[in-house]
């Protein structure tokens, strides 16, 4: 079944701590997407990628670094540098189109 | 002005009644218009895409006002189910690339026994 996993589902990391979150899709999508979702809160938009190799800051980038290697993985690193990482992060792909867009369950980031 | 923009609410409504939400977008060249549904602590969901036309989807019903810049979700006869956020979703076709998804804050609805 297609679809996009982020791993993993619950993730703590110590002040100063850069941690990785994964974000993989088997959709042939060629957009992806990182948000943010603090409690309450909408959804905040920290990259965004249209095409391998490529991608682009959103509104909340500091703190933040993506990379895309492959079409199908796009993972956010957050850095020490970023100063309140607790959230939700969810990840999401859509076709180039514009078409909906499929969310992975999501990473819940605690700091410890 | 934000890109897209959403009364937070919440609402609260009773069982049976209909409710309405609004969301504005400021980008005239938006594309593409969506109404997510967002449960507590889970992942966004698709509700339904929004066309000109208008569509339908059994109590749902979304509109699209492009001369006004404006998405619309009516929902009749609501059940306690209904409860969650909602979250209007645009995309812009930008020129020189730079498409992207652009949320709206997200209206909160609780219905009520």
């Known amino acids: 079944d297609g679809g996009i996993t982020q791993s993993p589902k619950y993730l703590f990391r110590k002040e100063g701590q850069n941690v990785t979150l994964s974000c993989e899709q088997n959709?042939?999508?060629?957009?992806m997407y990182w948000y943010r979702q603090d409690p309450g809160q909408g959804l905040r938009l920290i990259y965004y990628?249209?095409?391998?190799?490529?991608?682009q800051k959103g509104d909340i980038a500091e703190g933040y670094s993506v990379s895309r290697e492959k079409k199908e993985s796009f993972p956010l690193t957050v850095t020490s540098a970023q100063k309140n990482p607790t959230a939700f992060y969810l990840c999401?792909?859509?076709?180039?189109?514009?078409?909906?867009?499929?969310f992975g369950q999501g990473t819940r980031l605690t700091v410890v | 002005r934000k890109e897209v923009e959403q009364d937070p609410g919440p609402f609260n409504v009773p069982e049976g009644a209909t409710v309405a939400f609004n969301c504005t977008y400021s980008n005239s060249a938006s594309q593409s218009f969506f109404w997510y549904r967002q449960d507590c602590r889970k992942e966004p969901k698709l509700l339904m895409s929004v066309y000109s036309s208008g569509n339908e989807d059994g109590r749902f019903t979304a509109q699209l006002n492009r001369a006004s810049q404006y998405i619309s979700l009516l929902i009749r006869d609501s059940k306690l189910s209904d409860s969650a956020t909602y979250l209007c979703?645009?995309?812009?076709?930008?020129?020189?690339?730079?498409?992207?998804?652009?949320f709206g804050t997200g209206t909160q609805l609780k219905v009520e026994l």
């Open positions: 979703v645009v995309y812009p076709i930008l020129t020189g690339g730079g498409n992207k998804l652009t």
């Open positions: 990628s249209q095409i391998v190799n490529d991608f």
């Open positions: 959709l042939n999508h060629d957009a």
């Open positions: 999401a792909s859509t076709d180039i189109l514009g078409a909906e867009a499929f």
